[in-house]
């Protein structure tokens, strides 16, 4: 009974601290410092070895200016302790007090004792640091460094010189404290993006290149390419990269995962030829056959972006044929199937083939995954054919065979958009209501933005034309019928002029001009968005498509930092809002800190 007792004398008095501390929490946060000074002051009497109560009560001091009180308050800690920290309070007190001389005289004495006991080395260079005394705070790192190997405090004096703005010394003891423990090599990254830009002569990037080129020089460790190649890709120089990249993989030839990446990166970026060779690369080393089949995969999709002729188009048929020769028809080429039937169907305008094909490949033994993939190519292609019942039964078992899978989202996302190109509006609006709400942000955001479009125009009149036309005009862009989803796009400006549906029609029109080339229809269309439309929610989708014209299309960066910075300064709740102000600052050629 005594034991029980005890255990709810010691709770409660748990408790009453508790709550004394959160009173005093709250007065100190409401700016009631006197309040919060007697309140910190019972509690230290009660624990006088308690840390937190003393920072407290001491910051409470201090707010009220009652300096000789927290003089008195960190000489009392002094008395009890050898902890030199201390007397870096007792310095910023005076400090606080325009008493240099003291406050100087207090810091050496702290950096003096340090010297004399290096385990105090963190805990006082820290307390200089959280009171920006930087110098004081670097002088008891380095101190601590040149009196024992075992003590590694590079990353505290790179962050000091960061904040100094001696960005070649941070990088300098990042790069010392990456020497050291080589898994901080990410990290590393992470720090270096705040301070390197796409301007390959900026001067953050010459400096940082210039220190690992001599790493390299001096010890040609696997850390030090690494990073020298994630700096090339920051650059957007994926050549110099993938010499770094190959140095790598020859120095340790256990995986090309790296350089996948990096030649999946490249082709994003419109780097064909590095893209090209990249993947060459990898198909004339890798032993992983699934690796090979994915970069020759990836080889033929850059020729059929290149492709300008029906020969160019016949001869990547050939070479589609010459890899099932190779490599067979099973499993493990199911991608590459799939890749073919989609070049049958939307480039060489088979989609019977296309749809033969994909059938054959479903009599292998495949998992449901792999079923869904086949029939979601395969109900694709039926809807490229305009097929839409047919299309719907595969899109449909999908839904039924993998229940709240992404892909099964997907699928509804497809069956959906199916019903709106037949022309079946509420039927596609009740699905996308559903999908709003799904896991994957990019499913969400398209059935919103298709959602959007048929509840604004879908009561424009009780036929619903324009939108029946945008809808046929959509299917012709799936289609890859570019022209005549243009011709269809310009009946709508003509014939439904100041209708709801003009800003999507202009918008739909100027990315078919882009992916035709045709830059300047393209920014004709978003420009009468912005004047015609400026109120409307395309507007920052106008301005960020322009931005990307400009910016690598037509090479003026001047021009596309106006458009960016529209994003910036009035729009900061668009969803471009992000990428608009990197792209904003990389063309500036900033150095983020």
Same mark, same amino acid.
């Given at each position: 009974m005594r034991g029980i007792l005890s255990w709810i004398l010691v709770f409660s008095f748990f408790w009453v601290s508790a709550q004394e501390e959160q009173l005093a929490d709250e007065y100190?946060?409401?700016?009631?410092?006197?309040?919060?000074?007697?309140?910190?002051?019972?509690l230290f009497e009660n624990e006088p070895a308690n840390n937190s109560y003393f920072s407290k009560l001491l910051d409470s001091y201090r707010q009220l200016e009652k300096f000789e009180a927290a003089n008195a308050l960190v000489n009392s800690r002094l008395a009890r302790t050898k902890n030199p920290s201390y007397y870096v309070e007792l310095g910023y007190n005076y400090q606080l007090m325009d008493s240099t001389a003291k406050a100087e005289l207090n810091y050496k004495e702290a950096i003096e004792r340090t010297r004399e006991n290096p385990i105090f080395s963190y805990m006082v260079g820290n307390k200089f640091h959280d009171y920006s005394l930087l110098d004081e705070a670097?002088?008891?790192?380095?101190?601590?460094?040149?009196?024992?190997?075992?003590?590694?405090?590079?990353?505290?004096?790179?962050?000091?010189?960061?904040?100094?703005?001696?960005?070649?010394?941070?990088?300098?003891?990042?790069?010392?404290?990456?020497?050291?423990k080589p898994e901080f090599t990410s990290n590393a990254k992470r720090i270096f993006t705040d301070f390197v830009s796409e301007n390959s002569e900026n001067e953050n990037n010459l400096m940082l290149k210039r220190l690992l080129l001599k790493r390299i020089q001096e010890s040609p460790e696997i850390y030090w390419y690494d990073l020298l190649s994630w700096l090339f890709v920051q650059e957007r120089d994926f050549k110099k990269s993938f010499i770094q990249e190959k140095a790598l993989y020859r120095r340790s030839p256990e995986s090309l995962t790296r350089l996948m990446d990096l030649g999946i990166t490249a082709m994003?970026?419109?780097?064909?030829?590095?893209?090209?060779?990249?993947?060459?690369?990898?198909?004339?080393?890798?032993?992983?056959?699934?690796?090979?089949?994915? /970069?020759?995969?990836?080889?033929?999709?850059?020729?059929?972006?290149?492709?300008?002729?029906?020969?160019?188009?016949?001869?990547? !048929?050939?070479?589609?044929?010459?890899?099932?020769?190779?490599?067979?028809?099973?499993?493990?080429?199911?991608?590459?199937?799939?890749?073919?039937?989609?070049?049958?169907?939307?480039?060489?305008?088979?989609?019977?083939?296309?749809?033969?094909?994909l059938k054959k490949?479903?009599?292998?033994?495949?998992?449901?995954?792999?079923?869904?993939?086949?029939?979601?190519q395969l109900a694709d292609i039926l809807v490229f054919q305009e097929k839409f019942n047919e299309a719907l039964i595969f899109y449909t078992q999908i839904q039924a065979n993998l229940k709240n899978s992404s892909v099964s989202q997907e699928a509804r996302f497809k069956v959906a958009k199916t019903s709106y190109y037949k022309g079946d509006f509420d039927w596609a609006e009740s699905q996308l209501k559903i999908l709003k709400a799904s896991t994957s942000q990019l499913i969400a955001n398209?059935?919103?933005?298709?959602?959007?479009?048929? /509840?604004?125009?879908?009561?424009?009149?009780?036929?619903?034309? /324009?939108l029946k036309l945008?809808?046929?005009?959509?299917?012709?862009?799936?289609?890859?019928? !570019?022209?005549?989803?243009?011709?269809?796009?310009?009946?709508?400006?003509?014939?439904?002029?100041?209708?709801?549906?003009?800003?999507?029609?202009?918008?739909?029109?100027?990315?078919?001009?882009?992916?035709?080339?045709?830059?300047?229809?393209?920014?004709?269309?978003?420009?009468?968005?912005?004047?015609?439309?400026?109120?409307?929610?395309?507007?920052?989708?106008?301005?960020?498509?322009?931005?990307?014209?400009?910016?690598?299309?037509?090479?003026?960066?001047?021009?596309?930092?106006?458009?960016?910075?529209?994003?910036i300064f009035h729009h900061e709740d668009s969803i471009y809002f992000v990428e608009a102000r990197k792209k904003y600052r990389m063309l500036r050629g900033d150095a983020i800190n």
């Open positions: 100190f946060k409401n700016g009631e410092f006197e309040k919060a000074q007697l309140a910190y002051l019972k670097l002088e008891v790192y380095q101190l601590a460094m040149e009196n024992s190997e075992k003590v590694n405090l590079n990353i505290q004096i790179a962050r000091i010189y960061g904040e100094k703005g001696e960005v070649d010394k941070m990088f300098d003891g990042y790069l010392n404290y990456t020497a050291d994003e970026e419109d780097d064909i030829e590095t893209s090209k060779d990249i993947f060459t690369f990898i198909t004339e080393n890798t032993q992983d056959l699934q690796q090979k089949l994915v /970069s020759h995969e990836y080889l033929l999709d850059l020729k059929i972006k290149e492709a300008n002729s029906d020969a160019d188009l016949v001869a990547i !048929k050939q070479e589609y044929e010459r890899l099932f020769s190779e490599f067979g028809r099973f499993e493990q080429t199911l991608s590459l199937q799939v890749s073919y039937a989609y070049f049958l169907a939307f480039h060489l305008k088979d989609p019977k083939a296309g749809s033969d094909y490949s479903l009599n292998l033994p495949l998992s449901q995954f792999q079923q869904a993939t086949v029939k979601m398209d059935a919103l933005d298709l959602k959007l479009l048929i /509840s604004d125009n879908k009561y424009e009149d009780s036929l619903r034309t /324009s945008y809808a046929k005009a959509d299917l012709f862009a799936f289609q890859n019928r !570019k022209d005549e989803a243009i011709f269809l796009l310009d009946k709508i400006l003509e014939e439904h002029k100041g209708e709801s549906i003009t800003d999507q029609a202009l918008y739909k029109q100027g990315k078919l001009y882009e992916e035709k080339g045709l830059y300047d229809r393209a920014i004709a269309n978003y420009e009468q968005i912005i004047s015609d439309y400026g109120e409307d929610i395309l507007v920052d989708d106008a301005f960020f498509r322009l931005g990307e014209i400009y910016s690598s299309k037509l090479m003026d960066p001047e021009k596309a930092k106006g458009f960016f910075e529209k994003i």
